[in-house]
């Protein structure tokens, strides 16, 4: 009886601590343990460097409505705004071809080419200031200048533009339905903002926002090497932001006179022929990358038509790199997701 007992006290022991152990085992459900992300430092970095696009480009100065678009996209698109009515906005800024001609230096009315390569209207409005030197401070003040512009428009002056588009019954008619509560609302100024205003509708996300909002799978990996071989190469120094550039100044040819590698006819002086410094010579406003592989040919000049190349150009001029061609591949490969067209809505 007595070696019964233990023999029962022994069974419980094992039984218990076979309850015990199966209870503090993992048990296996089937699936695998999430791998980690090999991108989880790129999302974090990108997020720091970067920001997606908004859906509009507001100015408080310059309210956005139905009306005063409508205007403006007519203006955009009007040939009556050059001497002979042969030019419009479009002409250099064609939406069809995402907000350029793909010309080094654009025609104007007369045929003169003009002395810079004409950059894209698209998302133009986010940019800090207009034109290659900077000197106009936004989208509204930029649209006056190349209609009056001798090699370009050539309108003679403001009033001239005035007198023209108060001899057409539409324009009276949508100039008071745009700037409503004025007794005289066709005049430059309202011009001007109305085109401005269409101007910051020109918005072209792309799946590189929808990865900055989180949606890391829009990227596929070699778009995100891409991205990270931008990243590592110093690229962002000056290609960041919102529309990856169009905020700051630089000098073209930090380490390397830039035509020297662009093969330039002409040595733009760039800023310096606003400003008269000597420290602005061969300064240029970054330009923005959003659309970059469309909107050849590259630089203030049209010099370069091939992206690669470009590529190759802007490392060695400005951080003094010599990229390999499987770097500057994988850049290129990145700067493709850039790409994103505007609504058809805003095309003639």
Known sequence: ?????????????VIIYSCAGRGSEKKFTGKKPPKKDPYAALYSQAEKMFQA????????????????????????FDNKLSKDNTQ????????NTFGVDNLSFSPGNNGGLGGRNSPTTLNAALHMAQFWDGREPHVEAQAGGPILNPVEMEMPSEQSVIERLKAIPEYVEMFAAACPGESN????KNLRFAIGAFERKLVTPTRFDEFLKGKTDKLTDAEKKGLQTFLDAGCATCHAGVTLGGDQYQKFGVHVDYWTLTKSEKKDEGRYEVTKDEADKYVF???????VEKTYPYFHDGSVQDLKEAVRIMAKAQLNKDLTEAEINSIVTFLKTLTGDVAEEYKK
Do not use: Q, W
Request: net charge positive; proline share 9%; aromatic share 8%.
């Open 1 to 13: 009886m007595k070696k019964l007992s233990i023999v029962f006290i022994l069974l419980a022991g």
């Open 88 to 95: 419009s906005c479009n002409s250099c800024h064609n939406l």
């Open 285 to 291: 406003k970054v330009p923005s990358l959003r659309n």
């Open 185 to 188: 609302p066709i005049t430059y």
């Open 53 to 76: 696009l908004p859906d509009e480009m507001p100015a408080d100065f310059n309210p956005i409505t139905l009306e005063k678009v409508a205007l403006g996209k007519k203006l955009y």
